[in-house]
């Protein structure tokens, strides 16, 4: 995943509309029970690896809202895992294809990212 929105964000969802994988939902169409704020779909996120800074990041007006997360890659199946089970992920489960997790579906992350930053939820800067 690589991006997470945090409480500060104030549901304008100028985020929704500019990411490239539609990976971000409104508050109303998260997967999350009682969702109060615009969600990033793990399982979809691809940090806009292509770009200088991810679209979210460029469209959100809050600052602090968006956050570095773990990547979404094998190493940290248990993490995103673990979340679907605590409530802070809903991962997708497709019909055919199974659950979307990291081990059967890794996304591509900004690997100059220090884990630290990651764990520790560091807003993006750019």
């Known amino acids: 995943m690589a991006v997470m929105i945090t409480d500060l964000c ?22 999350l029970e009682n969702a109060e704020f615009t969600y990033v779909k793990p399982e979809k996120c691809i940090e806009c690896v292509d770009s200088s800074v991810p679209k979210c990041f460029d469209a959100c007006p809050t600052e602090g809202a968006i956050v570095w ?3 979404y890659t094998a190493e940290f199946n248990t993490y995103y895992m673990d979340g679907n089970d605590n409530g802070t992920y809903k991962i997708r ?33 750019f």
Do not use: W, Y
């Open 69 to 71: 997360d773990m990547p």
């Open 93 to 125: 489960i497709h019909k055919k294809k199974g659950i979307f997790s990291p081990e059967a579906q890794p996304r591509p992350f900004r690997d100059t990212i220090d884990m630290n930053d990651r764990a520790s939820h560091t807003p993006l800067d």
């Open 10 to 31: 104030i549901n304008c969802d100028s985020c929704v509309d500019e990411c490239p994988a539609t990976a971000i939902v409104g508050a109303d169409d998260s997967p």
